[in-house]
């Protein structure tokens, strides 16, 4: 079956780094994505990662993926208070779908 | 333009009511989604339409009625609706079925 985990809550201070943890079932997998809700909007994509690849990087975003544990990785550096939001990860699946992370809740504190 | 836009922002109906909403792309996608989405809760994919046509349907109740008039414009048409139909409704478009997806600002719809 289809099933994506992420831990529901994570604190980091500003400037800190942080790092959401994402798990998946899918070894069929072929693309994983990172999105970022703030309250009260829409899914914002911020990246997302082949399966063929382990690591991707952009600006202060970087996507590590373990397909042998099947474990996908959002490392924000230098973390602001404009990060706060809700971070899901998600997979897509063999017939085109998107199956979404429960969401991490990350709270930037100063 | 990469920008989904999606009207009414907020939307309060009765049960009894006929509501649409509208969804509306110019970046040239050709599929186009609708999601429901629950406080504290990931969405959940309800339709996916590709070039027009309707592709997927995740059993959704029949008082949601989804209209792809064309290749820019998704509208879901609401009937009879029940109080647990209150969600934030999501619009998603992608280049082609599968690829990466770019959301609209969603409709809070609450059911009285």
């Known amino acids: 079956g289809e099933d994506v985990e992420q831990s529901l809550f994570l604190s980091v201070r500003e400037g800190d780094s942080s790092v959401i943890n994402c798990t998946y079932t899918d070894s069929s997998s072929t693309y994983l994505y990172w999105y970022k809700q703030e309250p009260g909007a829409g899914l914002q994509l911020l990246t997302y990662?082949?399966?063929?690849?382990d690591m991707k990087q952009d600006q202060r975003l970087t996507v590590l993926l373990n397909k042998k544990d099947k474990h996908l990785s959002l490392r924000i550096a230098d973390t602001q208070t404009g990060d706060s939001a809700i971070y899901f990860c998600?997979?897509?699946?063999?017939?085109?779908?998107?199956?979404f992370g429960t969401g991490t809740r990350l709270q930037v504190f100063p | 333009d990469t920008e989904v836009t999606q009207t009414p922002k907020h939307l309060v109906m009765g049960m009894t009511n006929k509501k649409s909403l509208k969804c509306e792309q110019h970046m040239g996608h050709r599929a186009m989604y609708w999601y429901k989405q629950k406080a504290k809760k990931p969405p959940e994919l309800m339709f996916v339409y590709s070039y027009e046509k309707l592709s997927i349907n995740e059993s959704v109740p029949s008082r949601f009625s989804p209209e792809c008039p064309n290749s820019s414009l998704l509208n879901l048409h609401l009937h009879a609706l029940q109080p647990e139909d209150s969600a934030l409704y999501l619009c998603?478009?992608?280049?082609?079925?599968?690829?990466?997806?770019?959301f609209g600002p969603g409709t809070r719809l609450t059911v009285t």
């Open positions: 998600a997979e897509r699946n063999n017939t085109d779908k998107l199956i």
């Open positions: 990662i082949f399966s063929n690849m």
């Open positions: 998603a478009s992608s280049q082609d079925r599968g690829l990466e997806q770019y």
